[in-house]
């Protein structure tokens, strides 16, 4: 009896039909597939500053494209280029109208954590206080440019010149920072340096292998820090050039040169911000 039971359970399985995913033309989402880089790209974007540097690479960049347009006598192409490249300069100092907010906290940090140097704390406060004075200015002319507040156009330029003029300044510290930044890398290379020698030395001295997982990671992490002074250095000399150029009331830098030091930092920045997403 067991076993017809067992038979007519074996058939029933046998017989049982399995149940086939229904194909259908809306289902868009099978054409593709599994993307880390789109899941990436999503998070990056999703971010303000993700999409602040996206757009940034692309205001620079038009800069180039307008000046290789107008060379080729594409006059019609050219424009086209500026009408995309002036509202994606006014949405990224829209972007920046929260700014203040961030620096606020920097500076909570800054003056209540210690800092590597005395001159790095220096370096901090004085580019805070250049931060608290340039973003104010800047949302001050955009407003008055854009006719939202009453001001003149000669008082809009005026405070424009000062508000880049106080960036420029903050680019000029950051030289600095990042001089010292350097010399303290330097130090703290020397330092696990003799600490593996000394390791060494003691090994040969008691015959006992040195372990030095310790000090390379160390050195791994301080090699992942020189990397970001370069990069840091690669993006302050793309500005610099950029901040004095809007600092002078008559200046004859070339728009495409904006676009190309412009484009320079935005690349930069814009791989910082995807590689740390």
């Known amino acids: 009896m067991a076993a017809a039971s067992k038979q007519e359970s074996d058939l029933n ?5 399995v149940a086939k995913p229904a194909h259908s033309l809306l289902a868009l989402g099978k054409l593709f597939p599994a993307n880390k880089t789109l ?22 960049l038009s800069k180039i494209f307008v000046w290789y347009f107008l060379k080729r006598g594409r006059a019609s192409t050219a424009q086209r280029i500026k009408n995309l490249s002036g509202p994606i300069s ?15 906290q920097w500076m909570q940090y800054v003056d209540n954590n210690p800092s590597p140097s005395k001159l790095l704390l220096l ?45 420029a300044a903050y680019v000029l510290l950051q030289f600095v920072h990042l001089a010292e930044e350097y010399r303290l890398y330097k130090h703290r290379v020397q330092d696990v340096q003799r600490q593996i020698k000394a390791a060494d030395t003691k090994a040969k001295e008691t015959g006992e292998p ?22 840091n250095s690669i993006i302050n000399t793309g500005y610099l050039p950029l901040t004095i150029h809007w600092s002078l009331e008559n200046s ?21 911000a995807w590689k740390s997403t």
């Open 13 to 17: 399985e046998v017989h049982t039909p």
């Open 39 to 60: 899941d990436h790209a999503v998070r990056f974007l999703s971010q303000v500053r993700g999409t602040d540097k996206t757009l940034m690479v692309v205001q620079y």
């Open 123 to 167: 370096i901090d406060r004085l580019q805070n206080i250049c931060n608290l004075i340039y973003y104010p200015l800047e949302h001050i002319y955009w407003l008055g440019a854009h006719e939202v507040i009453p001001i003149s156009m000669a008082t809009t330029n005026k405070i424009s010149l000062w508000s880049c003029r106080f960036w």
């Open 90 to 104: 006014d949405y990224r100092i829209l972007l920046r109208y929260y700014g203040l907010l961030p620096l606020i």
């Open 210 to 231: 040195a372990d030095k997982t310790e000090h390379k990671a160390e050195l791994k992490a301080l090699q992942a820090e020189k990397t970001s002074i370069w990069i």
């Open 252 to 272: 004859s830098f070339p728009d495409v040169g904006v676009g190309m030091f412009g484009g320079v930092a935005a690349l930069a920045q814009f791989y910082v």
